[in-house]
Protein backbone atom coordinates (compact mmCIF):
# COMPACT_ATOMS: atom_id res chain seq x y z
CA UNK A 1 0.00 0.00 0.00
CA UNK A 2 1.16 3.57 -0.87
CA UNK A 3 0.36 6.58 0.98
CA UNK A 4 0.01 9.63 -1.76
CA UNK A 5 -0.45 13.01 0.13
CA UNK A 6 -1.37 16.47 -1.06
CA UNK A 7 -4.33 15.24 -3.97
CA UNK A 8 -5.75 18.58 -4.73
CA UNK A 9 -9.40 18.75 -6.53
CA UNK A 10 -12.71 21.28 -6.57
CA UNK A 11 -14.71 21.63 -3.89
CA UNK A 12 -17.14 19.91 -6.01
CA UNK A 13 -15.37 17.44 -7.96
CA UNK A 14 -16.84 14.06 -8.60
CA UNK A 15 -15.48 10.50 -7.52
CA UNK A 16 -14.27 9.87 -11.20
CA UNK A 17 -12.01 13.21 -10.73
CA UNK A 18 -10.43 11.84 -8.17
CA UNK A 19 -10.07 8.58 -9.36
CA UNK A 20 -8.25 10.03 -12.51
CA UNK A 21 -6.35 12.45 -10.25
CA UNK A 22 -4.84 9.47 -8.20
CA UNK A 23 -3.99 7.67 -12.31
CA UNK A 24 -2.43 10.97 -13.19
CA UNK A 25 0.05 11.63 -9.81
CA UNK A 26 0.80 7.85 -10.36
CA UNK A 27 1.33 7.60 -14.29
CA UNK A 28 -0.24 4.63 -14.27
CA UNK A 29 -3.54 2.98 -16.47
CA UNK A 30 -6.81 1.97 -14.40
CA UNK A 31 -5.67 -1.95 -14.98
CA UNK A 32 -2.76 -1.28 -12.68
CA UNK A 33 -5.31 0.75 -10.13
CA UNK A 34 -6.02 -1.84 -7.22
CA UNK A 35 -8.15 0.53 -5.44
CA UNK A 36 -7.28 3.27 -2.99
CA UNK A 37 -8.67 4.55 0.63
CA UNK A 38 -9.15 8.12 1.94
CA UNK A 39 -6.94 8.48 4.60
CA UNK A 40 -6.96 12.08 5.15
CA UNK A 41 -9.30 14.96 3.65
CA UNK A 42 -8.67 18.76 4.67
CA UNK A 43 -9.54 21.97 2.61
CA UNK A 44 -7.53 25.48 1.37
CA UNK A 45 -10.07 28.32 1.68
CA UNK A 46 -7.43 31.10 1.66
CA UNK A 47 -8.97 32.00 -2.01
CA UNK A 48 -12.82 31.56 -1.11
CA UNK A 49 -13.57 31.96 -4.12
CA UNK A 50 -11.79 28.65 -5.36
CA UNK A 51 -11.88 26.45 -2.01
CA UNK A 52 -9.79 23.02 -2.89
CA UNK A 53 -10.15 19.82 -1.52
CA UNK A 54 -6.93 18.31 -0.29
CA UNK A 55 -6.45 14.20 -0.14
CA UNK A 56 -3.87 11.74 1.37
CA UNK A 57 -4.92 8.23 0.10
CA UNK A 58 -3.93 5.15 0.32
CA UNK A 59 -3.56 3.43 -2.86
CA UNK A 60 -2.55 -0.35 -3.89
CA UNK A 61 -1.10 -0.74 -7.35
CA UNK A 62 -0.24 -3.72 -9.45
CA UNK A 63 3.42 -3.15 -9.04
CA UNK A 64 4.61 -0.95 -5.78
CA UNK A 65 8.26 -1.55 -6.48
CA UNK A 66 7.99 -0.08 -9.77
CA UNK A 67 6.16 2.83 -8.91
CA UNK A 68 7.93 4.16 -6.49
CA UNK A 69 11.31 3.36 -8.19
CA UNK A 70 9.89 5.52 -11.17
CA UNK A 71 8.65 8.36 -9.26
CA UNK A 72 11.38 8.49 -6.24
CA UNK A 73 11.55 12.25 -6.04
CA UNK A 74 7.84 12.84 -5.36
CA UNK A 75 7.89 13.82 -1.86
CA UNK A 76 4.46 12.92 -1.28
CA UNK A 77 4.59 9.43 -2.23
CA UNK A 78 6.01 6.95 0.29
CA UNK A 79 4.66 3.36 1.31
CA UNK A 80 1.65 3.40 3.72
CA UNK A 81 2.64 3.34 7.61
CA UNK A 82 1.23 0.65 9.76
CA UNK A 83 -0.95 2.43 11.95
CA UNK A 84 -2.48 -0.67 13.63
CA UNK A 85 -2.46 -1.04 17.42
CA UNK A 86 -0.39 -3.53 19.11
CA UNK A 87 -0.54 -3.55 22.87
CA UNK A 88 2.56 -3.18 25.18
CA UNK A 89 4.90 -6.38 25.56
CA UNK A 90 4.02 -7.54 29.02
CA UNK A 91 0.23 -7.32 28.96
CA UNK A 92 -0.50 -11.07 28.57
CA UNK A 93 2.16 -11.23 31.81
CA UNK A 94 0.64 -8.94 34.04
CA UNK A 95 -2.78 -10.60 33.30
CA UNK A 96 -1.44 -13.86 34.02
CA UNK A 97 0.85 -13.02 36.98
CA UNK A 98 -1.93 -10.57 38.98
CA UNK A 99 -5.48 -12.20 38.97
CA UNK A 100 -5.69 -11.37 42.48
CA UNK A 101 -5.33 -7.72 41.79
CA UNK A 102 -6.74 -5.17 40.09
CA UNK A 103 -5.70 -1.65 38.75
CA UNK A 104 -8.17 0.97 39.54
CA UNK A 105 -8.92 4.01 37.10
CA UNK A 106 -10.53 6.92 38.83
CA UNK A 107 -12.29 8.98 36.27
CA UNK A 108 -14.21 8.04 33.18
CA UNK A 109 -13.65 11.12 31.11
CA UNK A 110 -11.55 10.32 27.74
CA UNK A 111 -8.49 9.78 29.52
CA UNK A 112 -10.08 6.92 32.05
CA UNK A 113 -12.21 5.40 29.62
CA UNK A 114 -9.08 4.49 27.49
CA UNK A 115 -7.24 3.75 30.30
CA UNK A 116 -9.95 1.44 31.41
CA UNK A 117 -10.63 -0.15 27.90
CA UNK A 118 -6.67 -1.13 26.69
CA UNK A 119 -6.49 -2.29 30.41
CA UNK A 120 -9.38 -4.77 29.72
CA UNK A 121 -8.10 -5.74 26.41
CA UNK A 122 -5.40 -7.05 27.65
CA UNK A 123 -7.02 -9.22 30.15
CA UNK A 124 -6.55 -6.71 33.47
CA UNK A 125 -9.85 -6.45 34.72
CA UNK A 126 -9.50 -2.61 35.85
CA UNK A 127 -11.76 -1.26 38.44
CA UNK A 128 -13.31 1.95 37.79
CA UNK A 129 -14.40 4.72 40.35
CA UNK A 130 -16.17 7.31 38.51
CA UNK A 131 -17.33 10.37 41.60
CA UNK A 132 -20.66 11.15 39.28
CA UNK A 133 -23.53 9.03 37.98
CA UNK A 134 -23.55 7.36 34.51
CA UNK A 135 -24.00 9.68 31.37
CA UNK A 136 -27.91 9.15 30.71
CA UNK A 137 -28.52 10.23 34.61
CA UNK A 138 -25.65 12.71 34.33
CA UNK A 139 -27.25 14.09 31.15
CA UNK A 140 -30.50 14.88 33.40
CA UNK A 141 -28.88 16.17 35.69
CA UNK A 142 -27.11 18.90 33.89
CA UNK A 143 -30.09 20.15 31.55
CA UNK A 144 -31.82 20.22 35.03
CA UNK A 145 -29.73 22.86 36.12
CA UNK A 146 -29.55 24.41 32.60
CA UNK A 147 -33.51 25.20 33.11
CA UNK A 148 -33.74 25.01 36.85
CA UNK A 149 -30.56 26.22 38.31
CA UNK A 150 -30.02 23.21 40.23
CA UNK A 151 -26.73 22.52 41.13
CA UNK A 152 -25.72 19.09 41.52
CA UNK A 153 -22.26 19.12 42.81
CA UNK A 154 -20.87 15.86 41.82
CA UNK A 155 -23.48 15.30 38.84
CA UNK A 156 -23.01 18.35 36.57
CA UNK A 157 -20.70 19.33 33.15
CA UNK A 158 -17.43 18.70 35.11
CA UNK A 159 -18.11 15.08 36.93
CA UNK A 160 -20.36 12.09 35.35
CA UNK A 161 -19.19 9.59 33.11
CA UNK A 162 -17.55 10.84 29.99
CA UNK A 163 -16.07 13.83 31.60
CA UNK A 164 -16.09 17.35 30.92
CA UNK A 165 -15.75 16.44 26.66
CA UNK A 166 -19.07 15.04 26.97
CA UNK A 167 -20.93 18.43 27.08
CA UNK A 168 -18.74 19.80 24.14
CA UNK A 169 -18.21 20.27 20.61
CA UNK A 170 -16.41 16.91 20.53
CA UNK A 171 -13.35 17.76 19.03
CA UNK A 172 -10.96 14.56 18.08
CA UNK A 173 -7.98 16.80 16.62
CA UNK A 174 -4.94 17.61 18.58
CA UNK A 175 -1.39 18.75 17.66
CA UNK A 176 0.63 16.54 20.12
CA UNK A 177 3.31 13.94 18.66
CA UNK A 178 1.92 10.47 17.78
CA UNK A 179 4.24 8.25 16.94
CA UNK A 180 2.90 4.87 17.85
CA UNK A 181 -0.33 6.52 16.02
CA UNK A 182 -2.32 5.97 19.35
CA UNK A 183 -4.87 8.70 17.74
CA UNK A 184 -5.94 6.36 15.09
CA UNK A 185 -6.64 3.63 17.63
CA UNK A 186 -9.21 6.11 19.72
CA UNK A 187 -10.71 6.93 16.22
CA UNK A 188 -11.06 3.51 15.41
CA UNK A 189 -12.28 2.54 19.24
CA UNK A 190 -15.01 5.41 18.78
CA UNK A 191 -16.11 4.14 15.50
CA UNK A 192 -16.75 0.76 16.79
CA UNK A 193 -18.85 2.41 19.62
CA UNK A 194 -21.20 4.47 17.25
CA UNK A 195 -19.54 7.40 15.56
CA UNK A 196 -19.49 8.50 12.39
CA UNK A 197 -16.82 6.95 9.79
CA UNK A 198 -16.12 10.55 8.81
CA UNK A 199 -14.06 10.66 11.45
CA UNK A 200 -11.12 8.54 10.55
CA UNK A 201 -10.86 11.08 7.56
CA UNK A 202 -11.62 14.30 7.94
CA UNK A 203 -9.26 17.08 8.75
CA UNK A 204 -11.29 17.98 12.44
CA UNK A 205 -13.28 15.66 13.29
CA UNK A 206 -16.07 16.22 15.92
CA UNK A 207 -19.05 13.95 17.15
CA UNK A 208 -20.72 16.37 19.26
CA UNK A 209 -23.03 15.50 22.54
CA UNK A 210 -25.77 13.34 22.20
CA UNK A 211 -23.49 10.87 19.31
CA UNK A 212 -20.71 10.85 22.59
CA UNK A 213 -23.67 9.93 25.27
CA UNK A 214 -24.28 6.54 22.79
CA UNK A 215 -20.61 6.07 22.97
CA UNK A 216 -19.53 6.23 26.42
CA UNK A 217 -21.98 3.66 27.10
CA UNK A 218 -21.30 1.37 24.43
CA UNK A 219 -17.87 1.24 25.29
CA UNK A 220 -18.54 1.06 28.90
CA UNK A 221 -20.31 -2.31 28.09
CA UNK A 222 -17.29 -3.16 26.02
CA UNK A 223 -15.24 -2.92 28.58
CA UNK A 224 -17.66 -4.67 31.01
CA UNK A 225 -18.10 -7.92 28.82
CA UNK A 226 -14.12 -7.95 29.19
CA UNK A 227 -14.00 -8.03 32.78
CA UNK A 228 -13.78 -4.47 33.44
CA UNK A 229 -16.09 -3.42 36.53
CA UNK A 230 -17.49 0.29 37.21
CA UNK A 231 -18.95 1.86 39.92
CA UNK A 232 -20.53 5.22 39.95
CA UNK A 233 -21.15 7.66 42.59
CA UNK A 234 -18.01 6.48 44.10
CA UNK A 235 -15.98 9.47 45.43
CA UNK A 236 -12.09 8.80 46.58
CA UNK A 237 -11.57 10.84 49.52
CA UNK A 238 -8.13 9.63 50.42
CA UNK A 239 -4.81 7.64 49.21
CA UNK A 240 -3.19 5.25 51.46
CA UNK A 241 0.44 5.75 50.82
CA UNK A 242 3.18 3.38 52.43
CA UNK A 243 6.36 6.03 53.13
CA UNK A 244 9.51 4.52 51.37
CA UNK A 245 12.94 5.97 50.68
CA UNK A 246 13.02 8.08 47.69
CA UNK A 247 9.12 7.50 47.03
CA UNK A 248 5.89 6.09 48.99
CA UNK A 249 4.03 3.17 47.33
CA UNK A 250 0.12 3.54 46.91
CA UNK A 251 -1.51 0.53 48.90
CA UNK A 252 -5.23 1.80 48.32
CA UNK A 253 -7.69 3.85 48.64
CA UNK A 254 -11.21 5.15 50.38
CA UNK A 255 -13.92 6.00 49.09
CA UNK A 256 -16.18 8.79 50.63
CA UNK A 257 -18.82 6.06 51.78
CA UNK A 258 -15.74 4.73 54.23
CA UNK A 259 -14.53 1.43 51.71
CA UNK A 260 -11.03 1.15 51.49
CA UNK A 261 -9.84 -0.40 48.46
CA UNK A 262 -6.67 -2.27 48.54
CA UNK A 263 -4.51 -1.90 45.04
CA UNK A 264 -1.22 -1.14 43.69
CA UNK A 265 -1.69 0.75 40.80
CA UNK A 266 -4.09 3.21 40.07
CA UNK A 267 -4.62 5.79 36.88
CA UNK A 268 -5.58 9.17 38.36
CA UNK A 269 -7.56 10.29 35.37
CA UNK A 270 -9.37 12.89 37.35
CA UNK A 271 -9.86 15.46 35.20
CA UNK A 272 -9.13 19.91 35.56
CA UNK A 273 -11.60 20.06 38.18
CA UNK A 274 -11.35 17.41 41.00
CA UNK A 275 -10.18 20.65 42.97
CA UNK A 276 -10.93 18.44 46.22
CA UNK A 277 -9.07 15.02 44.85
CA UNK A 278 -6.15 17.93 44.15
CA UNK A 279 -6.06 19.12 47.61
CA UNK A 280 -6.23 15.95 49.40
CA UNK A 281 -3.28 14.61 46.97
CA UNK A 282 -1.44 17.22 47.92
CA UNK A 283 -2.05 17.31 51.61
CA UNK A 284 -0.61 13.49 51.57
CA UNK A 285 2.32 14.53 50.05
CA UNK A 286 2.16 13.95 46.43
CA UNK A 287 4.54 16.41 44.26
CA UNK A 288 2.50 18.88 42.62
CA UNK A 289 3.29 21.74 41.19
CA UNK A 290 1.26 25.07 39.71
CA UNK A 291 1.21 25.35 36.14
CA UNK A 292 0.04 27.77 33.30
CA UNK A 293 -3.45 27.87 31.51
CA UNK A 294 -5.91 30.89 31.11
CA UNK A 295 -9.16 33.14 31.35
CA UNK A 296 -11.57 34.89 29.74
CA UNK A 297 -15.04 34.75 28.57
CA UNK A 298 -17.26 32.95 25.53
CA UNK A 299 -17.98 35.49 23.06
CA UNK A 300 -20.77 34.40 20.56
CA UNK A 301 -21.01 36.04 17.08
CA UNK A 302 -23.65 34.67 14.03
CA UNK A 303 -22.37 31.60 12.91
CA UNK A 304 -23.69 33.05 9.16
CA UNK A 305 -20.55 36.08 9.58
CA UNK A 306 -18.15 33.24 10.35
CA UNK A 307 -19.65 31.01 7.50
CA UNK A 308 -19.24 34.18 4.99
CA UNK A 309 -15.83 35.31 6.59
CA UNK A 310 -14.10 31.67 5.93
CA UNK A 311 -16.07 30.20 2.83
CA UNK A 312 -17.41 33.17 0.97
CA UNK A 313 -19.91 32.02 -1.58
CA UNK A 314 -19.21 28.65 -0.88
CA UNK A 315 -20.49 28.98 2.72
CA UNK A 316 -23.14 26.62 3.42
CA UNK A 317 -21.52 23.57 1.47
CA UNK A 318 -22.39 20.46 3.00
CA UNK A 319 -18.51 19.25 2.93
CA UNK A 320 -17.56 22.33 4.65
CA UNK A 321 -20.06 22.45 7.07
CA UNK A 322 -19.78 25.51 9.75
CA UNK A 323 -17.38 27.15 9.62
CA UNK A 324 -14.43 27.34 12.61
CA UNK A 325 -11.68 30.29 13.28
CA UNK A 326 -8.08 30.49 15.26
CA UNK A 327 -7.37 33.57 16.53
CA UNK A 328 -4.22 34.87 18.08
CA UNK A 329 -3.79 38.32 19.65
CA UNK A 330 -0.09 39.34 21.35
CA UNK A 331 -1.35 43.13 23.38
CA UNK A 332 0.98 45.70 24.27
CA UNK A 333 1.29 44.46 28.11
CA UNK A 334 3.40 41.28 26.66
CA UNK A 335 0.04 38.97 27.44
CA UNK A 336 -1.44 36.74 24.70
CA UNK A 337 -4.55 36.52 23.97
CA UNK A 338 -6.31 33.64 21.42
CA UNK A 339 -9.52 31.84 20.66
CA UNK A 340 -10.00 28.39 22.73
CA UNK A 341 -12.43 25.56 22.26
CA UNK A 342 -14.53 27.10 19.04
CA UNK A 343 -17.90 25.73 18.64
CA UNK A 344 -19.69 26.37 15.17
CA UNK A 345 -22.96 26.35 15.49
CA UNK A 346 -22.97 25.91 19.02
CA UNK A 347 -24.00 26.91 22.31
CA UNK A 348 -22.73 28.62 25.67
CA UNK A 349 -23.35 26.20 28.43
CA UNK A 350 -23.37 26.45 32.42
CA UNK A 351 -20.65 24.11 33.48
CA UNK A 352 -20.27 24.85 37.29
CA UNK A 353 -19.36 22.06 39.78
CA UNK A 354 -19.55 23.89 42.81
CA UNK A 355 -22.11 26.34 44.71
CA UNK A 356 -21.98 29.78 44.60
CA UNK A 357 -19.47 29.99 41.94
CA UNK A 358 -20.03 30.74 38.03
CA UNK A 359 -17.98 28.97 35.17
CA UNK A 360 -18.91 28.72 31.15
CA UNK A 361 -18.06 26.44 28.56
CA UNK A 362 -19.29 25.85 24.76
CA UNK A 363 -20.97 23.07 23.08
CA UNK A 364 -22.41 22.10 19.85
CA UNK A 365 -24.09 18.73 18.61
CA UNK A 366 -22.84 17.04 15.60
CA UNK A 367 -25.21 18.86 13.28
CA UNK A 368 -23.63 22.27 14.20
CA UNK A 369 -26.69 23.47 13.29
CA UNK A 370 -27.28 26.40 16.10
CA UNK A 371 -27.86 30.12 15.37
CA UNK A 372 -24.68 31.38 16.83
CA UNK A 373 -20.79 30.46 17.03
CA UNK A 374 -18.92 30.70 20.09
CA UNK A 375 -15.40 30.47 21.42
CA UNK A 376 -13.82 31.29 24.21
CA UNK A 377 -11.75 34.19 24.02
CA UNK A 378 -8.78 34.03 27.55
CA UNK A 379 -5.64 35.31 28.54
CA UNK A 380 -2.81 33.39 29.19
CA UNK A 381 -1.71 33.49 32.91
CA UNK A 382 1.61 31.53 34.52
CA UNK A 383 1.99 31.22 38.45
CA UNK A 384 3.95 34.19 38.01
CA UNK A 385 0.28 35.70 38.83
CA UNK A 386 -1.04 33.28 41.74
CA UNK A 387 2.50 32.65 43.42
CA UNK A 388 3.43 31.17 46.43
CA UNK A 389 1.49 27.41 46.93
CA UNK A 390 1.49 24.64 44.30
CA UNK A 391 -2.73 24.88 44.43
CA UNK A 392 -2.99 29.05 44.28
CA UNK A 393 -4.44 28.51 40.97
CA UNK A 394 -7.25 26.73 41.82
CA UNK A 395 -7.40 29.80 44.27
CA UNK A 396 -8.03 32.48 41.58
CA UNK A 397 -10.04 30.19 39.83
CA UNK A 398 -12.43 30.42 43.19
CA UNK A 399 -12.02 34.11 42.85
CA UNK A 400 -13.07 35.04 39.62
CA UNK A 401 -15.95 32.04 39.63
CA UNK A 402 -17.42 34.08 43.10
CA UNK A 403 -17.07 37.46 41.27
CA UNK A 404 -18.68 36.29 38.23
CA UNK A 405 -21.36 34.50 40.51
CA UNK A 406 -22.14 38.12 42.36
CA UNK A 407 -22.35 39.81 38.81
CA UNK A 408 -25.12 37.51 37.30
CA UNK A 409 -26.91 38.24 40.17
CA UNK A 410 -26.38 35.47 42.46
CA UNK A 411 -29.00 32.74 41.15
CA UNK A 412 -26.38 31.50 38.05
CA UNK A 413 -27.63 33.22 35.49
CA UNK A 414 -24.54 34.87 33.43
CA UNK A 415 -22.81 38.26 33.68
CA UNK A 416 -22.93 39.40 29.93
CA UNK A 417 -21.73 42.58 27.81
CA UNK A 418 -22.00 43.45 24.44
CA UNK A 419 -18.24 43.32 22.90
CA UNK A 420 -18.26 47.11 21.83
CA UNK A 421 -19.31 48.14 25.43
CA UNK A 422 -16.69 46.23 27.14
CA UNK A 423 -14.32 47.41 24.72
CA UNK A 424 -15.18 51.28 25.47
CA UNK A 425 -15.44 49.96 29.08
CA UNK A 426 -19.40 50.59 30.14
CA UNK A 427 -21.92 48.80 31.18
CA UNK A 428 -24.61 47.11 28.72
CA UNK A 429 -28.06 47.46 29.22
CA UNK A 430 -29.80 45.73 25.75
CA UNK A 431 -29.27 42.73 23.19
CA UNK A 432 -28.71 43.43 19.90
CA UNK A 433 -28.96 41.41 16.52
CA UNK A 434 -26.89 38.23 18.29
CA UNK A 435 -29.06 36.40 21.17
CA UNK A 436 -27.14 34.49 23.74
CA UNK A 437 -27.36 30.63 24.44
CA UNK A 438 -26.50 30.47 27.63
CA UNK A 439 -29.13 29.28 29.60
CA UNK A 440 -30.50 29.61 32.45
CA UNK A 441 -30.27 33.43 31.44
CA UNK A 442 -27.02 36.28 30.54
CA UNK A 443 -27.60 39.15 32.61
CA UNK A 444 -26.29 42.62 31.01
CA UNK A 445 -23.24 44.37 33.34
CA UNK A 446 -20.22 45.39 32.47
CA UNK A 447 -17.39 42.57 32.98
CA UNK A 448 -14.58 45.12 33.21
CA UNK A 449 -14.39 43.56 37.30
CA UNK A 450 -14.72 40.10 36.65
CA UNK A 451 -10.87 39.33 35.56
CA UNK A 452 -7.94 40.48 36.31
CA UNK A 453 -7.26 44.40 35.18
CA UNK A 454 -3.98 42.80 33.47
CA UNK A 455 -6.47 40.49 31.32
CA UNK A 456 -9.20 42.70 30.48
CA UNK A 457 -7.37 45.51 29.04
CA UNK A 458 -5.68 42.54 26.86
CA UNK A 459 -8.81 41.61 25.67
CA UNK A 460 -9.92 45.04 24.99
CA UNK A 461 -7.53 45.31 23.17
CA UNK A 462 -7.50 41.77 20.77
CA UNK A 463 -10.88 42.19 19.75
CA UNK A 464 -10.60 45.44 17.15
CA UNK A 465 -6.93 43.50 16.12
CA UNK A 466 -8.89 40.59 15.34
CA UNK A 467 -10.94 42.46 12.76
CA UNK A 468 -8.25 42.67 11.14
CA UNK A 469 -8.01 38.62 10.86
CA UNK A 470 -11.61 38.25 10.59
CA UNK A 471 -13.19 40.81 8.62
CA UNK A 472 -16.46 41.47 10.75
CA UNK A 473 -15.53 39.91 13.83
CA UNK A 474 -15.51 43.20 15.74
CA UNK A 475 -19.03 43.08 15.86
CA UNK A 476 -20.13 45.73 18.10
CA UNK A 477 -23.48 43.96 19.55
CA UNK A 478 -21.59 40.20 19.57
CA UNK A 479 -22.56 39.00 23.00
CA UNK A 480 -19.67 38.00 25.76
CA UNK A 481 -20.42 35.83 28.98
CA UNK A 482 -18.29 35.21 31.61
CA UNK A 483 -16.28 33.38 33.00
CA UNK A 484 -14.24 30.90 30.93
CA UNK A 485 -11.65 30.04 33.83
CA UNK A 486 -11.61 25.90 33.23
CA UNK A 487 -9.36 26.12 29.98
CA UNK A 488 -7.21 23.50 31.15
CA UNK A 489 -5.90 22.08 35.01
CA UNK A 490 -4.07 24.64 36.95
CA UNK A 491 -1.87 22.09 38.51
CA UNK A 492 0.47 19.36 37.07
CA UNK A 493 0.62 16.21 39.39
CA UNK A 494 4.64 15.48 37.80
CA UNK A 495 5.38 12.13 36.62
CA UNK A 496 9.00 10.51 35.70
CA UNK A 497 9.03 10.01 31.57
CA UNK A 498 10.57 6.15 31.89
CA UNK A 499 7.43 4.16 33.62
CA UNK A 500 5.17 7.69 33.98
CA UNK A 501 4.45 6.73 37.92
CA UNK A 502 4.15 10.21 40.27
CA UNK A 503 7.78 11.58 41.12
CA UNK A 504 7.18 10.75 44.50
CA UNK A 505 4.53 8.04 44.66
CA UNK A 506 5.02 4.68 43.10
CA UNK A 507 1.88 2.68 41.48
CA UNK A 508 -0.12 6.32 40.87
CA UNK A 509 0.00 6.94 37.24
CA UNK A 510 -1.13 10.96 36.66
CA UNK A 511 -2.99 10.59 33.44
CA UNK A 512 -4.93 13.31 30.79
CA UNK A 513 -5.92 16.59 31.63
CA UNK A 514 -6.29 17.00 35.53
CA UNK A 515 -2.82 15.91 35.70
CA UNK A 516 -1.64 18.38 33.61
CA UNK A 517 -0.64 15.99 30.51
CA UNK A 518 -3.62 16.29 28.23
CA UNK A 519 -5.86 19.48 26.42
CA UNK A 520 -8.82 17.70 25.01
CA UNK A 521 -10.66 14.61 23.80
CA UNK A 522 -8.10 13.07 21.88
CA UNK A 523 -5.32 13.94 23.35
CA UNK A 524 -6.48 12.52 26.94
CA UNK A 525 -7.65 9.53 25.39
CA UNK A 526 -3.98 9.07 23.67
CA UNK A 527 -2.60 9.64 27.18
CA UNK A 528 -4.73 7.22 28.81
CA UNK A 529 -3.77 4.81 26.36
CA UNK A 530 0.30 5.60 27.34
CA UNK A 531 -0.50 5.26 30.98
CA UNK A 532 -2.44 2.21 30.41
CA UNK A 533 0.57 0.06 28.98
CA UNK A 534 2.91 1.73 31.61
CA UNK A 535 0.28 -0.04 34.45
CA UNK A 536 0.77 -3.31 32.44
CA UNK A 537 4.40 -3.11 32.58
CA UNK A 538 4.73 -1.78 35.96
CA UNK A 539 2.10 -4.89 37.12
CA UNK A 540 4.38 -7.44 34.76
CA UNK A 541 7.69 -7.03 36.63
CA UNK A 542 5.73 -6.40 40.56
Known amino acids: MLRLNEVKLPLDHDEAALTGAVLARLGIGADALLGYTVFK ?315 GRLVTNGMSQYSRNERNANSAIVVGITPLDYPGHPLAGIALQRELEERAFALGGGNYDAPGQLVGDFVAGRASTAFGSVTPSYKPAVHLTDLGPALPEYATAALREAFPAFNKQIKGYYQADAVLTGVETRTSSPIRIKRRDDDLQSLNTRGLFPAGEGAGYAGGILSAAVDGIKVAEAVALAMASA
Request: aromatic share 8%; hydrophobic share 40%; glycine share 12%.
Open 41 to 355: RSYDARKRSAIVLIYSLDVAVADEAAVLARLGHDAHLAPAPDTSYRFVAGGAQAAGASRAERPVVIGTGPCGLFAALILAQMGLRPLILERGKQVRERTVDTFGFWRKRELNPESNVQFGEGGAGTFSDGKLYSQIKDPKHYGRKVLTEFVKAGAPEEIMYVSKPHIGTFRLVKMVEQMRANIEAMGGEYRFESKVVDIDIAPGEGAGQVRGLTLAGGEHIATRHVVLAIGHSARDTFEMLHARGVYIEAKPFSIGFRVEHPQSLIDNCRFGPSAGHPILGAADYKLVHHAANGRSVYSFCMCPGGTVVAAASEP
